[in-house]
C-alpha cells in the first residue's frame, strides 16, 4: 500500500535520462511509477535500483491512450495519488524526408507527442489535487535541428506548444513546464547489451561553452528543481539545457 510520501509518475524511464529521473527522485524520497515498453531493460533497472515497492513499473506502450489510462489507474491505486508526472517517453527515426514513411512519422508522433497529451489528460484530475507539477522532455532540436529529424523535431517543437497550453489550461493547480536537453550522454545508462562507456574528443567537449558533454544528472536536478515548491511561479516555460551549445556561433 501506499505511504504519505509524493509520488512521481515518469514514462520512458528504464534507460537514458528516464532512468536517472527514476534514480534520483527516489534518492530524494519520491515514491515512482515507471512505463517503459523495453521490458528486458525496466527488469534490469528494478533489480538495479533495489527500490522495493517504492517503485512501480510497467512495460506499457503509453501512446496508446487504453495502456495510458491502465499505468496511471495503477499509479493511483498503488500510491494514492500523483504529485509529479514527467513526460519522457521518446523515439527518434531519422531518415531522409522522402524516405521516411506515413507510419514511422506517425509511430514518433505517438510516442514523443501524444504520450504526453495522454498522460496529462489523465493525471490532470488527480494532479489538481495535489497541486502537483508537470514536466515534459522537449529538445534542442524544437529550435535547431541536423538533417533527417523532421518526424523527431516536430514533435519536439510540438512539446513545447503542448507545454504553455497546459499551463494556461492547468493552471493554478499544476505547473507545466519542459526542460530541452542538448548533447546528453547516455551511453552509460542503457541497458546491458547496450552499454557503452563514454568516450569524447577534446573536439567534443570544446564546441560546449560549458567544457564537457552533459550527463543525465543535468537534467534530473534541474527536474526535481522545478517539482519542488521552490519552482512555485515557474509554469510554461521551457529551460535548455545544453551547455551553451546553441548561443555558440560555429564558423566552418
Known sequence: MANNKKTAVITGGAQGIG???VKEFLKSGYNVACADPDKEAGIEMMKALK???KLFYSDCDVSSEKEAIKFIGSAIRKFNGIDVLINNAGIGINKPVTELTLKEWNRVIGVNLTSAFLCAKHSAKHLE???GVIINT?????IMSEKNTEAYSATKGGILALTHALAVSLGPKIRVNSISPGWIEVSDWKKKKDFKIPVHSEADKSQHPAGRVGTPYD???????LASEDAGFITGQNFVVDGGM???MIYV
Open 51 to 53: 527500490a522495493g515497492k
Open 219 to 225: 537534467i534530473s536536478k534541474l527536474a526535481l528543481f
Open 138 to 142: 522537449a529538445s534542442t532540436r524544437a
Open 129 to 131: 489535487k495535489s497541486g
Open 19 to 21: 532512468l536517472c529521473h
Open 246 to 248: 546553441t548561443k555558440k
